[in-house]
């Protein structure tokens, strides 16, 4: 397994750690659970950067998917010098081993499109995953072990649109051979090979393989992931037994993000 080699803008002194997360949901328990003893800096909509013990985090909100995560790794690399790029929130279990609030640290990121194609280099290439750092890998398994929380090593699946069902989780387990899915971390990982900035990704399952999330998202999420609440209010109304569903998730959500949070804290300090 290659590693990116980091560029030297990524290697300047004092350059913050980029830390991208796909939502709102997923960003507010991250980061409060780093502030105190933290020192908040900075936050806007988009942004919050936080120090810790002489280091800068800067945590950046992407939006759901693919394409808004790219767009928004790009844009930071593009402004600021980093040292590393780490992706963090929720994703599905592909084993059946993991369980919800279990974390993954990926070996590797592989992006699938809705055609079914996976990311390519160039174009006519053949398909390409991309690389976790692995001196990122070997210092947030030193954490995680030292914390006692499960966790696993091993690919992650970067899909287009949200997976809902446990036959299609089992269909792109057997497809992929990656152990959970998100939307977000392969192409995170294009954008950071693109700038040459270690990177790596750590996730919590959210819903296991044979979960079905048995609500239709689609149906009032904005284009960047986010509820929009008209529309939100019109789907309860028509479909209400979603509600403890949609509590219940978002329960599972704030404490795998803590988790990660907490993680994420002491990841930092251990940095060079």
Excluded: W
């Excluded at 949200?162 to 387990?173: F, G, H, P, S, Y």
Aim: hydrophobic share 45%.
């Amino acid at each position: 397994m290659k590693t990116a080699r980091p560029s030297r803008a990524s290697r300047v002194r004092g350059a913050p750690l980029a830390i991208f997360v796909a939502t709102q949901a997923e960003l507010r328990p991250i980061a409060t659970a780093l502030q105190p003893p933290s020192r908040s800096i900075y936050r806007s909509n988009s942004m919050i950067r936080v120090g810790i013990e002489g280091r800068d985090l800067l945590l950046a909100n992407t939006g759901v998917g693919p394409d808004n995560a790219e767009a928004a790794a790009r844009h930071l690399f593009e402004e600021m010098p980093v040292t590393a790029a780490l992706s963090l929130g929720v994703a599905g279990g592909l084993s059946p081993q993991l369980q919800t609030g279990d974390l993954i640290v990926g070996d590797r990121a592989i992006l699938r499109r809705g055609s079914g194609q996976v990311l390519h280099g160039e174009k006519g290439s053949g398909s390409q995953s991309f690389p976790c750092d692995s001196g990122l890998q070997e210092a947030a398994i030193t954490v995680i072990r030292r914390s006692g929380s499960r966790y696993y090593l091993g690919p992650i699946l970067t899909v287009d649109r949200i997976v809902r069902t446990a036959e299609e989780k089992c269909l792109l387990a057997a497809e992929s051979g990656a152990v959970a899915l998100d939307m977000e971390s392969a192409a995170i990982a294009s954008a950071a090979l693109a700038y040459s900035v270690p990177f790596l990704a750590i996730r919590g399952v959210l819903d296991p393989v044979h979960e079905d999330l048995a609500i239709d998202f689609d149906q009032f999420l904005g284009i960047e992931g986010e509820p929009n609440l008209p529309r939100l209010m019109r789907y309860l109304i028509a479909h209400p037994f979603t509600l403890p569903r949609l509590i219940g998730l978002g329960i599972r959500t704030k404490a795998v993000c803590a988790r990660l949070g907490r993680l994420l804290h002491e990841l930092s300090t251990t940095l060079s």
